[in-house]
């Protein structure tokens, strides 16, 4: 099973990145996905979360409208659209799925982890 993330990069303020993360092993479309962050210093935070079935999304506080999850099931892949980016949204982003249907916060709760990939956001 391998979650494999990509699309990090510098970004100025303002920009914005889109994340991919493709599976191998694993069928997405079977349990919920999420997008956490860690970055320097700080603990991981779960940053989105979408459900199985995609009827449900979370959003952290600090992303609220900026930022969107989304999956494509075809392709067993999802991403984490961020816009108007700000230098707090600077850390490495992993992406994970569960088999559960519920979206969770808690860093245990997910099966399957990528291996991150950095996002820097800076002038």
């Known amino acids: 099973v391998q979650l494999q993330a990509s699309g990090g990069g510098l970004v100025q303020p303002g920009g914005s990145l889109r994340l991919s993360c493709v599976a191998s092993?694993?069928?997405?479309?079977?349990?919920?996905i999420g997008w956490f962050r860690q970055a320097p210093g700080k603990e991981r935070e779960r940053v989105s979360c979408l459900t199985r079935t995609g009827g449900n999304t979370y959003y952290g506080d600090s992303v609220k409208g900026r930022f969107t999850i989304s999956r494509n099931n075809a392709a067993n892949t999802m991403y984490l659209q961020m816009n108007s980016l700000k230098p707090e949204d600077t850390a490495v982003y992993y992406c994970?799925?569960?088999?559960?249907?519920?979206?969770?916060?808690?860093?245990?709760?997910?099966?399957?982890w990528g291996q991150g990939t950095l996002v820097t956001v800076s002038s």
């Open positions: 994970a799925a569960r088999t559960s249907y519920y979206c969770s916060g808690r860093d245990a709760d997910y099966d399957y």
């Open positions: 092993g694993v069928t997405l479309a079977k349990g919920a």
